[in-house]
């Protein structure tokens, strides 16, 4: 008896497991009926990273001279705008008289001034910035079709731009023009500009090279099919433009954790109008390295994260553009030396929130 009652209780133990299993079997099998599954299954997460950073900032640059003469400095430094963020403690640095402008959007400091012999000069400034993560969702049908972005807009960010007779910008030409055609797969200003991003991702190459004069028009890029980040980004905005999306360049900090100390790195990156973000406009990071061209999509177009600062926004303009890479300039007579150094120091960075990137089967982005 007691053999049999065992059995009888381990033949039920096996009836409730098989029950439990047909159960769980006939829940997963509505989930996928229903589409709840699919929807879990192709949510994606990626790891947490910090969505909202509160530092000080201080950059400009050092200049020496040595020997006897007169010299002129000229210099235009300009004021970080955080996309979704503030400044606060804006102070200037150097005992020279300045003006603080607005040109467009962006907000600027200059100086021209007068000294002679051997000084030691700093200019610049100094200023705490609180910034958050930005992102749009990437449910296309929120944002406008190319025919139905005003013609203003159009006009102004859909031409060529040039510095010192160099066009960098180049919508009009042939080659980029046809290739942008070729990457139109529908009127949607979003889906196009995501199209044009996507062969970027697969054809381009992020390479660092030493700082030049200038950067890479379009062309010399697309030829090389490599560039560093305003190579890159020119020649994504070139492409955009070309098929009728309002584009610009964005220069600003990109700030790094390096050995425990953070730095700031200039950089360029780009941003797309498309009738919906901020005033309409979305970034577009145009320097990452990964191959995988969904995590691509997912975390560098229409993102911008806490880690960008942004200083200057394209009006338009050759005016704009050749402002934007003017930096420090110096007339000095004969039997000086001059040297001129930038320096850029981050202090008391604070990370306030974490949050992981997780992106929905439709198109919804969010941090958790």
Known sequence: MPNERKMQIQIKKEDDSMRRCAIFILVIFSLFMSGCLESIISEVRYESTPISLEYKISYGYYINSSGKGDFNV????????????YISNLSVI???????????SNRIITWSFDENGRKNIKIGIEVSVKTNAFLVDLDSTKYLDIKNISMDIKRKYCRDQSIENKTLIQPSDLEIKNLAYSLKISDNAFEVAKSIFEWLKENTNYVYHPQQSLPQSAKETLNLKSGDCDDLSILYISLCRAVGIPSRLVRGYLIEEKNGKYIATPHAWAEIYVGFGKDGWIPVECAGISKDI?????????IEDAFHLRLFVDNGTNESLALSSRGVRV???????????PFVEVSDVSIGNYGSLVVRKDGRRFYS
Request: glycine letters at 12%; charged letters at 25%.
């Open 74 to 85: 000229n210099y235009t430094c300009f004021v970080p705008q955080p996309i979704n963020g």
């Open 331 to 341: 007339r000095y007579e004969e039997g000086l030396k001059i040297e001129m150094k």
């Open 94 to 104: 150097g005992n020279y008289s300045y003006n603080d402008l607005k040109i467009g």
């Open 294 to 302: 969904e995590a691509e999509v997912h975390q560098n177009f229409g």
